[in-house]
């Protein structure tokens, strides 16, 4: 037998059950779905006027999945790419800053471990750090090898 088929805010409930989505990337997976008549924006305001649709807990998911591989330019295109924009990334930017040099030490450390010796070896090192969208700062301090013992704990 046939499964019946989900309705379009059956299917947004589903989407947000499994992780949470931004309204621009949440709107993009439903209009796959909207048949003549559907009105996606009207079901996305009542998503978020129920507070089951969230900005900032979507902002907040994804900085705790993407921080501890990632610098916080990788991590603000990332965010500008699904939506977020204006102060509320500003903010974003300004708590992740803090933390920055330290996870680039943390992701220095998992990853190399040890200074590099030869300059073919630290532009490796250099390059791996900056892909990763650590800035300039960041990645001097963590190639110095000093890793910061307060961050861990």
Known sequence: MARPQLSLKGRALRFLSMREHSRLELGRKLSKYAQEGDDVAALLDF???????????????????????FGNSRIM?????????????????????????GRACEVWQRKFGTVATDPAERNKQVRFLMQRGFSQKAVRAAMKGEVDDDFFE
């Open 47 to 69: 998503l978020e006027k129920n507070n089951w649709l969230s900005q900032e807990r979507f902002s907040e998911s994804l900085i705790h999945r993407r921080a501890h591989r």
């Open 77 to 101: 295109a990332e965010l500008q790419s699904h939506g977020v924009g204006g102060v509320a990334l500003q903010k974003l930017k300004a708590g992740l800053s803090d933390s920055e040099t």
